[in-house]
């Protein structure tokens, strides 16, 4: 491995410093659930469990993922990690975008448990 060189530290310094403006603009909150349903999207449920959020990421990743084969992932863990947590109108949400998940059988996995 090479040392950095200052083009590329000066770089990393300024992503660092636009990445810090991000934070203090949006709050961390904000940059979470962004990160959060960001890694969703990409199919890195493994990776967004070790934030804490809301369910409001969770519930737009999997609206933007019922068509891809790990949408049934963040289903299953969505309800895991927020069961008896949601509103009525979270829950409801959750219910319409279940509905448009494709079932795990389909693509030869084991089956999605029944929204609560």
């Known amino acids: ?3 950095w060189t200052p083009e590329e530290l000066d770089r990393l310094e300024a992503a660092i410093s ?3 403006v991000i934070v203090i603009l949006m709050g961390e909150d ?3 659930s962004l990160r959060v349903e960001s890694l969703l999207c990409l199919g890195r449920i493994t990776d967004a469990e070790s934030f804490t959020t809301s369910a409001e990421p969770w519930l737009s990743a999997l609206g ?3 068509d891809k084969p790990f949408a049934h992932a ?3 863990e ?3 990690r927020f069961e008896g947590r949601l509103t009525d109108a979270q829950s409801q949400r959750l219910e319409g975008l279940a ?3 494709t079932r795990p059988e389909a693509q030869g996995t084991s089956q999605v448990p029944p929204v609560r």
Do not use: N
């Open 1 to 3: 491995q090479t040392a």
């Open 18 to 20: 636009q990445a810090d």
């Open 30 to 32: 904000a940059v979470s």
């Open 64 to 66: 933007r993922s019922v």
């Open 74 to 76: 963040i289903l299953e």
């Open 78 to 80: 969505l309800r895991r």
């Open 99 to 101: 509905s448009r998940v």
